[in-house]
């Protein structure tokens, strides 16, 4: 059911700075930035064997991520599952009586990708988003 890790993403308090490490320090291939308004975040994806680093800097303190940066400080923030069915795992999930967050997959408009994230209370502390790309 599950194909792979599509990302693991942390919370960073600045792009640039976070940039220094993973982009120059490491010399990890930065694939793109991105402004994402409707969650309030400026985002960099850089492709590790097949997965990718997503660094998110919140641009807002009363967004979730700013309020979660605000609460625990920057650092490792989800791990992204990829799935064939997003519906089909969501409702395995609610038959193992998994909490979710979202009740129905959310769609991005920009390029179709489904998701939805996971309770940590259901996963032992870690956040999983579960993603679905477009067929």
């Known amino acids: 059911m599950t ?3 599509n990302h693991i993403a942390i919370v960073v308090p600045n792009l640039n700075e976070a940039l220094g490490f993973w982009r120059d320090a490491l010399a990890l291939d930065l694939e793109r930035t991105e402004e994402n308004p409707g969650e309030n975040v400026n985002i960099a994806f850089m492709e590790v064997g097949g997965t990718h680093i997503e660094l998110l800097e919140p641009t807002d303190s009363n967004s979730g991520i700013g309020k979660y940066m605000e609460k625990r ?3 490792l923030h989800h791990i992204c599952l990829e799935v064939d069915d997003i519906e089909a795992t969501m409702q395995r999930l609610r038959d193992h009586h998994i909490e979710l967050i979202n009740e129905a997959p959310k769609t991005r408009s920009e390029d179709g990708v489904r998701y939805a994230f996971v309770h940590p209370r259901s996963t032992f502390g870690v956040l999983v988003e579960l993603y679905e790309l477009p067929h």
Do not use: A, R, V
Request: no cysteine; proline share 17%; hydrophobic share 15%.
């Open 3 to 5: 194909h792979k890790i």
């Open 73 to 75: 400080g920057p650092g």
